[in-house]
């Protein structure tokens, strides 16, 4: 079983992530950020990631560091959880349509970050949460699991679908991505028989 337990603590964040990457989908997310939590499920449901996250933070201020720490966190256990990628797919592509708005995922778990952004949310808040908080989450989410993330909006004038859509399509692309390839075996999936580490 491929897992990992991240414990980060700032002066502005305590967050605890425990990740396992060959689970069904449970999920348990309590961040103080109610809207983040919705988006976590979707991670976990869509992706069968299996996720155990709390997160206190300094959200009386706003959610913006404890939104960005929860992402690092999440980043550094799917890392973690990764190893040296040995056998798996590496590449994970999906597109999700939420009634109407439609949005695409491309992702390459590369140990390259790099974060390609395509959308375009109407709204400044969706209930208390300030949409500019949904790239920062996947730039860190990005920036320390060590993916190329690619996300495109190709439809939608609801924010909230907008958004939802873009986490759905991104845990069906990492579930392509991370799950085991059985024509590859042990290999790493690189033509230069390593992949770069996140974080290393």
Not at 96 to 104: H, K, M, T, W
Request: glycine fraction near 10%; include cysteine.
């Amino acid at each position: 079983m491929r897992t990992a337990e991240i414990h980060r603590v700032t002066g502005e964040t305590d967050v605890r992530v425990t990740l396992g990457l060959d689970g069904s989908g449970s999920c348990q997310v309590a961040t103080g950020v109610p809207f983040l939590d919705h988006m976590l499920h979707q991670i976990s449901s869509h992706g069968l990631i299996d996720l155990e996250i709390s997160a206190k933070g300094d959200t009386h201020i706003d959610d913006h560091h404890t939104n960005e720490d929860v992402g690092i966190a999440v980043g550094q256990a799917l890392a973690k959880a990764l190893g040296d990628r040995r056998g798996i797919h590496r590449f994970g592509h999906f597109l999700a349509p939420l009634d109407e708005a439609l949005v695409q995922v491309a992702l390459d778990c590369s140990g390259r970050p790099h974060l390609s952004w395509g959308l375009t949310i109407p709204a400044a808040k969706i209930g208390t949460y300030d949409t500019e908080l949904v790239k920062e989450f996947y730039v860190a989410v990005a920036n320390n699991a060590g993916l190329t993330l690619h996300v495109r909006q190709l439809d939608g004038v609801n924010s909230h679908h907008i958004v939802e859509a873009s986490f759905k399509a991104f845990a069906r692309a990492l579930r392509q991505a991370v799950e085991i390839d059985p024509r590859r075996a042990d290999a790493v999936p690189s033509s230069k028989g390593v992949l770069e580490r996140a974080g290393s």
